[in-house]
């Protein structure tokens, strides 16, 4: 699995500077290396062949929900603005919508920046060398658990999550922001280092963080989590050029290329073989045509036909010569160790030799042969060879009896 280079960058503008913290995690989300601190610019090494995943400040990123009509989720986009023009501040063709989530009920969740806020800071991140993968609010690396609302509390920023909505503060609003909570879902309240709570949150149980590079780990675990590319979407969906997509493809591209190669290579030799084996076979049934049918023309596809005519072409037309060879063919079945030689048929008499172990076993067959064509089967010479007896056999008249 692909590795992932988290990236929680400080200040709520480029311009302010682009100080930044990052973690490398491994494919199975665990912590690989400890947390580094920095200029953005340090972090583009790291991100060679990993997925970048950066969270920005969430002063400036807002959540909101809105109902919309539709499955495509380009067309939710386009109608959303207006759909949360009541509820945003601003012209709406300023604002850059991206959708989280879609619910059964057309119920859809979006975060909603300024375009020019978000276009300065992927700006700056290209500066410095990386390309984003996913951009995501600092707030939703906030663990959440369904019904409940967590709030962080970490240096001098609020940072709250309760399913896709949240926000980020600065702490000192946070007694104002707690007592106009408009939600009931109970508060979970984690405060990073061993500051006091505010005093509005005195009476709330609290869980605490040792330090910040543990709470950023579980910032960065929380949006590996999350799926999609965050506010990378519509104008700003990643794009990469050409040169980076052929480096990050070029082996397997090459191992493709190679395979397809080997496969025209081996497809090319199968057919080299093919027509090799069919040029042979062809010269084969030419050769063996003309030892049947000298002098007759071969006419390629009609061979038996041309056979079975020369063999029933006899002066009499009721020729049994082909039943005569079916029974020549029962009759050797029965015997074992027999071997036909070869036959001929010519002026009403069929002729053929066979080779067998023993004369009892060429009277068996001729009695065999006798029965199943129903002619008179004569032994004409029987001599012995060094594998047997041969025996030539003939079958005086090619017409039923």
């Given amino acids: 699995m692909v590795e992932k280079l988290v990236i929680w960058i400080s200040g709520e ?14 494919g199975n989300g665990n912590r690989a290396g400890a947390v580094q601190q920095g200029a953005l610019e340090d972090a583009a090494a790291l991100a060679v ?22 499955r495509n989720a380009k067309r939710i986009l386009q109608a959303a603005p207006y759909a949360l023009e009541e509820r945003l501040a601003g012209d709406v063709e300023a604002l850059h919508v991206a959708l989280l989530a879609r619910h059964p009920d057309q119920q859809c969740e979006f975060l909603v920046v300024e375009r020019a806020w978000l276009a300065e800071w992927l700006a700056t991140i290209d500066a410095a060398g990386m390309r984003a993968d996913a951009l995501w609010p600092d707030w939703l690396g906030v663990p959440a658990e369904p019904g409940s609302a967590h709030w962080l509390l970490q240096d001098s920023r609020l ?17 104002f922001l707690f007592t106009h909570r408009e939600s009931e879902a109970p508060l979970r309240l984690t405060i990073v280092g061993d500051a006091p709570p505010p005093a509005a949150l005195a009476e709330q149980e609290t869980a605490r963080i040792d330090d910040a590079e543990r709470a950023f780990t579980e910032l960065a675990a929380g949006v590996v989590a999350l799926p999609g590319h965050g506010l990378l979407q519509g104008a700003f969906r990643p794009r990469r050029d050409e040169q980076a997509d052929w480096h990050r493809w070029r082996w397997p591209a090459a191992a493709a290329a190679a395979w397809l190669v080997l496969g025209l290579a081996a497809l090319g030799l199968d057919a080299w073989r093919l027509q090799r084996e069919s040029a042979f076979l062809e010269s084969a049934i030419q050769d063996l045509f003309a030892q049947a049918l000298p002098g007759s023309r071969r006419i390629p596809g009609q061979e038996r036909y041309l056979i079975e005519q020369a063999l029933g072409g006899s002066n009499t037309t009721e020729s049994r010569a082909l039943e005569t060879i079916a029974d020549v063919a029962h009759a050797l079945q029965g015997i074992e160790n027999a071997r036909l030689n070869g036959f001929n048929f010519r ?3 069929f002729e053929l030799s ?33 594998d047997g007896l041969e025996g030539r056999l003939s079958i005086a008249g090619g017409e039923a009896q």
Avoid: C, H, K
């Fill in 354 to 386: 066979v080779t067998v172990p023993n004369a009892t076993t060429l009277e068996t067959f001729r009695d065999a042969l006798a029965e199943r064509a129903g002619q008179p089967v004569d032994v004409q010479s029987a001599n012995s060879t060094g």
């Fill in 159 to 175: 940072l709250s999550r309760e399913g896709w909505s949240g926000f980020a503060a600065p702490v000192e609003d946070a007694g």
């Fill in 347 to 349: 002026n009403d008499y």
């Fill in 49 to 70: 062949n990993r997925r970048v995943i950066i969270m920005l400040p969430g002063e400036r990123i807002v959540a909101a929900a809105a109902r919309v009509p539709g």
């Fill in 13 to 26: 503008t480029a311009s302010a500077g682009t100080n930044a913290r990052w973690l490398v995690l491994d």
